[in-house]
């Protein structure tokens, strides 16, 4: 790097200026709903010619919009929360115990996160179909935990790399049993690394399309697969507003996830 | 610092003469095998209630494996270890009723020293007064009462390593172990916590065993110093039996300075041995060990047993000063034999002392009831 560039405080500027115009490109056509979504109601139009909350009046008023909505923060909700109950123990398992076969269990955990998720989709309707899970909410959150699992285990193993053994040697010293060290002295110290594998995997769920749109028909049909579909038949502006109510959500969690970071590295 | 009599723990009231002999802790025959390394090499090893052992050697003897073995955080190859009279050989560590204090402290950094202090006490489910009761008095006994409410990070390292020590009495287990706890500490402090560890041994009379590569402070603390060497035990005894009368030349240069001068066995002298070296031959007292003449051997003399001045009754050798350096209380010279070999001399400071210069020819002399005969060093 500093041989093509040299380390000049010209060629780092540069480099940082390209680097933030990539960002607004690859940003700028989610931006655009931002203005559209305040516009015209009758027609997606840019710019708007008038400023109106009428969009978001429709969206909030349509149950077809506000239900998928509160199906997909449902699902994200359970998702998050079963993956956690599964992953965090799981993850603990596998950095700490000595069992024989840890690195074929860690592949099979992060399994889901290689398979292409088409052939997820494809795969999990076809079983599901025998089950009668298809388009139940049940459904959509058990695939759900497949997909969000590596991300917890990811985070929380790495966060466990990096945390003390030598404090879960010494409660175990001062008789404390495996779970009480468990709740105790290394879930304390995981705090941060959970909550950014939980906003992470909140966040996936929340924006997952491909084996929702596989899974889900009228029933249990979720906002980004309702947008999906609405795309192809209908096409409203309201799109414009739901778009950006995402991008509010998914910006506020990005932003927990940096402030979360930020603070361990402050304190590890 | 002053130590205030210990209330907090319901001791086994003033243990009987009889219970001091109790064996805590017993390894028979116990090896520990990494792969190809032997960490550990048939140890057996007794430490008795109530003693303040240390384990000492260089690094890589054997020391944190011994006392991880005993924690229970590994298991021995071979052998067996028996703690307060049952087989503990594979006995969980939360079922050994231990101690410990490692030399990062090991504090939770999530709880307060308040709650650090609390937990032990916690998992064996005591009342909640008691266990500000308890918390309390043992804060006040280490003085540092007045930092409950802080985080460990909040605090110095002298601190932290008081609170995890005070973290380990507060539940009065049977054994406390120590891996080198104040090897983080700098030298004015670790002498200040090297005393207060040993009067909160003297006060509340818990079995310690203290893991140290630090002469120094073995030879302060302990009543028993077992030396390691190579994942056996080289010597055991109190701190001036290792030091009067080691038995190898390791355990004579591993604790103290020591001048080894290396000889033949021949007849003579008044114990009726002598040692004929490359610089003389000299009188010899009786050896712990079978010689006879014609084997080799190697003759000890520490420093501070020899003089310049010579005397009545004083075996010597002639050499040159090379050196001569002042150590505050003692001035160490550095003599040169005709062999190019160097004995080191070590006398009082005193105000009417002769100045020894570099080249002087001098005589350094010891009393042969000082020296020390030792079998010869075999590898290990
Ligand atoms: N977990 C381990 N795996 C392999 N070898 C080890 C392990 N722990 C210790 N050893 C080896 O055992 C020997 C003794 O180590 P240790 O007990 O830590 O020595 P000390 O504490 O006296 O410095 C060393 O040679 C060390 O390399
Ligand atoms: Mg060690």
Redesign the pocket.
Same mark, same amino acid.
């Given at each position: 790097m500093n041989a093509l560039f040299g380390s000049s405080r010209l060629s780092r500027n540069l480099i940082a200026t390209a680097a933030w115009l990539c960002y607004v490109f690859l940003l700028l056509p989610s931006l655009i709903v931002i203005p559209i979504s305040f516009g015209n109601p009758g027609q997606i139009e840019f710019p708007p010619r008038q400023f109106t909350l009428a969009l978001y009046q429709q969206f909030f008023t349509d149950q077809a919009w506000w239900g998928s909505m509160v199906q997909s923060l449902l699902v994200a909700t359970v998702t998050t929360m079963l993956t956690l109950v599964l992953a965090v123990p799981a993850a603990y398992a596998l950095v700490r115990s000595q069992l024989p076969r840890r690195n074929l269990l860690r592949g099979l955990f992060m399994m889901p996160m290689l398979v292409p998720v088409i052939v997820l989709g494809l795969g999990l309707y076809l079983q599901f179909s025998n089950w009668g899970l298809l388009d139940t909410t049940t459904g959509l959150v058990l695939s759900h935990i497949m997909l969000t699992t590596p991300f917890i285990m990811v985070s929380v193993m790495s966060g466990l790399h990096h945390s003390d053994v030598s404090l879960e040697t010494v409660a175990s010293i001062m008789g404390a049993s495996r779970p009480v060290i468990f709740f105790r002295v290394v879930l304390p110290q995981l705090k941060a690394s959970i909550a950014v594998g939980a906003l992470f995997a909140f966040l996936m769920s929340l924006d997952e399309v491909v084996v929702a749109y596989f899974l889900t028909g009228t029933k249990a049909m979720t906002l980004p697969v309702k947008m999906y579909s609405s795309i192809r038949w209908e096409l409203t502006p309201v799109l414009a507003a739901v778009s950006t109510l995402l991008t509010l959500l998914s910006l506020l969690i990005a932003l927990g996830i940096i402030a979360l970071q930020r603070k361990t590295e402050a304190n590890p | 610092m002053t130590v205030t009599p210990m209330t907090v723990t319901p001791a086994p009231a003033s243990a009987p003469v009889a219970e001091g002999d109790r064996a805590m802790v017993e390894l028979q025959g116990v090896t520990?095998r990494?792969?190809e390394?032997?960490?550990?090499k048939r140890v057996d090893l007794t430490i008795r209630k109530g003693e303040f052992v240390t384990?000492l050697?260089?690094?890589?003897?054997?020391?944190?494996? *011994? *006392?991880?073995l005993i924690a229970g955080m590994?298991t021995p190859s071979s052998g067996r270890i028996v703690i307060d009279g049952r087989d503990a050989t594979t006995l969980p560590t939360n079922q050994r009723g231990l101690g410990m204090v490692f030399q990062n402290y090991a504090l939770m950094p999530h709880m307060t020293v308040f709650e650090n202090i609390a937990f032990p006490l916690q998992v064996r489910h005591l009342p909640k007064d008691e266990i500000k009761r308890k918390v309390e008095q043992v804060l006040d006994l280490i003085q540092l009462g007045h930092v409950a409410g802080r985080r460990p990070r909040e605090l110095s390292g002298g601190q932290q390593q008081r609170i995890s020590l005070a973290r380990c009495i507060v539940y009065n287990p049977a054994l406390i172990l120590m891996?080198?706890p104040l090897g983080a500490l700098d030298k004015n402090l670790r002498e200040q916590m090297q005393l207060e560890i040993k009067r909160l041994h003297a006060d509340l009379g818990i079995t310690m065993l203290y893991?140290t590569?630090d002469q120094d402070e073995a030879l302060t603390m302990s009543d028993r110093i077992v030396l390691?060497n190579g994942?056996k035990i080289e010597q055991q005894g109190k701190p001036d039996e290792l030091y009067f009368k080691p038995a190898t030349v390791f355990s004579a240069e591993f604790i103290g300075s020591s001048n080894l001068i290396p000889g033949i066995v021949e007849a003579g002298g008044v114990s009726g041995l002598s040692l004929r070296t490359a610089i003389g031959t000299f009188p010899v007292p009786a050896a712990d060990f079978a010689v006879s003449t014609g084997d080799k051997a190697m003759l000890l003399v520490r420093p501070e047993n020899m003089t310049l001045t010579g005397g009545p009754g004083v075996t010597s050798v002639s050499g040159r000063i090379d050196d001569s350096i002042l150590l505050g209380g003692v001035v160490r010279h550095f003599v040169r034999c005709k062999d190019q070999s160097t004995i080191i001399v070590q006398e009082l400071n005193q105000p009417d002392r002769p100045i020894a210069k570099r080249g002087d020819e001098v005589r350094a002399g010891w009393p042969p009831a000082h020296a020390r005969l030792l079998p010869p060093s075999v590898p290990h």
């Open positions: - | 520990k990494y792969g390394v032997d960490a550990l384990l050697g260089p690094s890589g003897s054997g020391k944190s494996t *011994l *006392l991880n590994i891996d080198e893991v590569h390691m994942g």
